[in-house]
């Protein structure tokens, strides 16, 4: 029942695979004799969310039992013993994307915390746009932080709230908060899970015999053979005891903002999110990509895994074949702590190598997802290249990253941003490709959706691409500018 002693893990930026990176995932399973193995079993199907650090609570009727490290799933929950020692019937965990720099194992999550009425551990997905604003108002009236978790935001809330039972002070402490979240919560009792007013993460319920799950995406059902029931809804809190499952919707509803990145990138192309195959999706907006913009060429490539889907949707449209002229290495890991300054720039070769007998003389389209720095792009423009290929046409299944997320995604600061910076030529000579397009918004929306953007009240949440952010932004209210507030966010994050 003792947390795991803190341990500092270096994170390795020269691996960064120049993308946003998702922030969490989270899975809750109540009503079931292995509930931490199943948690720990999901958690691993939640691992493309968050690779630096992972936990589970679990309750036995009598105690909670926490388990929380850094590293990944398998890692952290691979020894029989550690599972072991995770008693219960019921259980939520976490996986979690740290920043550079955030070593700090107090902010692994889910984050358990004794109230008055009794235990409860937290985990959540997204970030708070106010959780700075509250957390001043909650220091000035005297809380003690821990961490520098939105979550802990989250606990001291209900810790504060006025509200006489627990789910009257769990709402209570969600109409304060702006933002971002996907929640599952274990008290003694009960599971709670909560997603937000505007849905902008995923959240999924899901169904193994008579236990409930609530999960980040519904590839964690899949891992563990149980049956996706349907995403849950914004603004809906679920509660699940041994009575069943209820659900309450205490909260303003409002039109849904789901994040349209997910599709484009976060998500696991095998996850149904809004009743839609993520891989579907991603396959229509490389055809819809293809039709914007397409240009004589003999093969279509994608920057593999992710760029993989958009790839084959862009070819079919085009009638070229799809080859694989870049491999990827799946076994990159933390196997290279401290890299010599001499081989540092390698970096992007040890994720990627070119396919030189597909590529030599060939006039190339390499579809990739995003573009954010861009210093990834130029690797690869040139690793393809070298490799003989005559031309090289970058195609991006995304709108050009103008925008910093604040709702959980780790993007850098705006003036990071390629396209923040230039325009589509001057981001097309910085990193040499010998054309450069992007889907455009209207093309995305129609992709996902079937519609065009509805420009006066948008379906998505598209922020990055639109700068139109969804709901207030409270904590930069005190005008500062938005290129420096993707500093304010992280330190939210932490
Ligand atoms: Fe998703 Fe972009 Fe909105 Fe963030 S700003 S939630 S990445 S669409």
């Not at 909650?138 to 978790?149: E, K, W």
């Not at 029931?229 to 509660?239: A, K, L, Q, S, T």
Request: glycine content about 8%.
């Amino acid at each position: 029942m003792i947390n795991s002693p803190p341990v500092d893990q270096p994170v390795i930026p020269w691996l960064d695979n120049g993308r946003p990176r998702e922030e969490c995932g989270v899975f809750a399973i109540h009503g079931n004799q292995d509930a931490a193995a199943l948690s720990a079993l999901g958690l691993h199907a939640l691992q493309h969310r968050g690779q630096e650090a992972a936990g589970i609570v679990s309750f036995d009727g009598h105690h909670f039992h926490p388990h929380r490290d850094l590293g990944q799933v398998g890692d952290i929950f691979g020894d029989p013993s550690v599972i072991e020692r995770l008693k219960g019937e019921a259980a939520i965990g976490h996986v979690r994307y740290s920043t550079s720099g955030d070593p700090a194992l107090r902010n692994v999550q889910p984050l358990y915390a004794d109230f008055h009425f009794g235990g409860l551990a937290l985990a959540h997905n997204g970030n708070l746009t106010n959780a700075r604003t509250l957390r001043q108002e909650l220091v000035s009236r005297g809380a003690l932080f821990q961490s520098t978790s939105d979550t802990e935001v989250f606990q001291h809330l209900i810790a504060t709230s006025a509200g006489g039972r627990l789910i009257d002070r769990f709402t209570d402490a969600l109409s304060q908060v702006e933002g971002a979240y996907s929640l599952v919560a274990l008290s003694r009792r009960k599971v709670i899970a909560a997603r937000d007013p505007l849905g902008v993460r995923p959240l999924s319920l899901g169904r193994l015999g008579s236990s409930w799950i609530v999960t980040s995406e519904s590839c964690a059902f899949d891992i563990i053979g149980a049956d996706f029931v349907r995403d849950v809804d914004p603004g809906e809190v679920i509660v699940i005891d041994d009575n069943g499952l209820e659900s309450i919707k205490p909260l303003p509803k409002m039109k849904q903002r789901f994040c349209i990145f997910e599709y484009v990138y976060f998500a696991r192309p095998d996850s149904l999110i809004e009743d839609r195959n993520v891989y579907e999706v991603r396959k229509r907006i490389g055809a819809e990509l293809a039709r914007e913009s397409h240009i004589a060429a003999d093969m279509v490539i994608p920057v593999p895994d992710s760029g993989v889907p958009a790839a084959i949707g862009y070819a079919g449209e085009v009638g070229l074949p799809f080859e694989l002229g870049l491999i990827r290495n799946h076994y990159v890991g933390r196997t290279f702590i401290e890299p010599r300054d001499e081989i540092r720039h390698l970096g992007v070769k040890l994720k990627h190598n070119a396919n030189r007998e597909q590529l030599m003389g060939k006039r190339v389209v390499m579809v990739d997802d995003s573009i954010v720095r861009g210093t990834t792009a130029k690797k690869i423009v040139e690793m393809v290249r070298q490799a003989g290929a005559k031309e090289v046409h970058l195609r991006i299944s995304s709108p050009p990253t103008t925008q910093s997320c604040f709702y959980g995604i780790d993007t850098p600061e705006r003036r990071e941003l390629l396209a923040a910076q230039h325009d589509v030529e001057g981001m097309r000579a910085l990193v040499g490709a010998d054309s450069l397009a992007f889907v455009s918004v209207d093309g995305l929306y129609k992709a996902v959706c079937g519609a065009a953007r509805d420009k006066a009240s948008p379906q998505f949440c598209d922020a990055c691409f639109t700068d139109e952010y969804p709901t207030s932004l409270t904590d930069l209210a005190d005008g500062t500018e938005k290129s420096q507030l993707s500093l304010l966010a992280e330190i939210g994050r932490r």
